[in-house]
């Protein structure tokens, strides 16, 4: 069974980074890209970026350029976002998603979802 | 970017009855359109990809349809499961972006 168990829920104070993990299991970890995804009430979903673990490549929505920073560690099947210089704006739930294989941009598996809250 | 719009944003059903949503997209997506189920709570999860395939384990009662800038999902025949929001996402080009959501809501 595929499984993305995503790290808990946090909150931190504005200005302040964040770094969340999702560990991934019931799958070859380095044959699919993972995708992080922001949901928000007022923007609904948005795609943040995507990270191939066997090239370490990453591809980002350009509007969370140097907002977020992917990152997968092979040893533990381990993908991360950090989220840097944290403002209310941030404050959503992210998610992690596995990349379908033979459908680039298709997330067939989700995480349960991160929640992070800024607030000083 | 991409933008999706999804109508309605949200809809009542009656069990049986057959519902319809529709999404739009600003450019042609030459059929890379997903659609999400998301149940309250929950995490979205995959129906429909590439305009009409259905996901493995999804009820044969979804459907999609389409082609160029127009796709639809079709449950055929609403059950008490199937409450819950809905969201196109095209994959054609980066970014990658989904529309804004149906809710769904028995009657």
């Known amino acids: 069974e595929v499984k993305l168990q995503q790290s808990g829920d946090e909150l931190v104070r504005p200005g302040a980074s964040v770094k969340m993990s999702c560990k991934a299991s019931?799958?070859?970890?380095?044959?699919?890209?993972m995708h992080w995804v922001k949901q928000s009430p007022g923007q609904g979903l948005e795609w943040i970026g995507t990270?191939?673990?066997?090239?370490?490549?990453?591809s980002y929505n350009q509007k969370f350029k140097g907002k977020a920073t992917l990152t997968a560690d092979k040893s533990s099947n381990t993908a991360y976002m950090e989220l840097s210089r944290l403002t209310s704006e941030d404050s959503a739930v992210y998610y992690c998603?596995?990349?379908?294989?033979?459908?680039?941009?298709?997330?067939?598996?989700w995480g349960q979802g991160a929640s992070v809250t800024v607030s000083s | 970017d991409i933008q999706m719009t999804q109508s309605p944003a949200s809809l009542s059903a009656s069990l049986g009855e057959t519902v319809s949503i529709e999404c739009l997209a600003s450019?042609?997506?030459?059929?890379?359109l997903a659609w999400y189920q998301q149940k309250s709570g929950k995490s979205p999860q995959l129906l429909i990809y590439?305009?009409?395939r259905l996901q493995d384990g999804v009820p044969s009662r979804f459907s999609g349809s389409g082609s160029g800038t127009r796709y639809s999902l079709k449950i055929s025949g609403m059950q008490p499961e199937d409450e819950a929001d809905y969201f196109c996402?095209?994959?054609?080009?980066?970014?990658?972006?989904f529309g804004a959501g149906t809710k769904l809501e028995l009657k």
């Open positions: 998603a596995r990349d379908d294989l033979g459908w680039e941009g298709v997330m067939d598996a």
């Open positions: 019931g799958y070859t970890f380095t044959d699919y890209a």
């Open positions: 990270i191939i673990p066997l090239i370490d490549t990453t």
């Open positions: 450019e042609g997506i030459s059929n890379d």
């Open positions: 590439a305009a009409s």
């Open positions: 996402q095209q994959s054609y080009k980066y970014p990658y972006t």
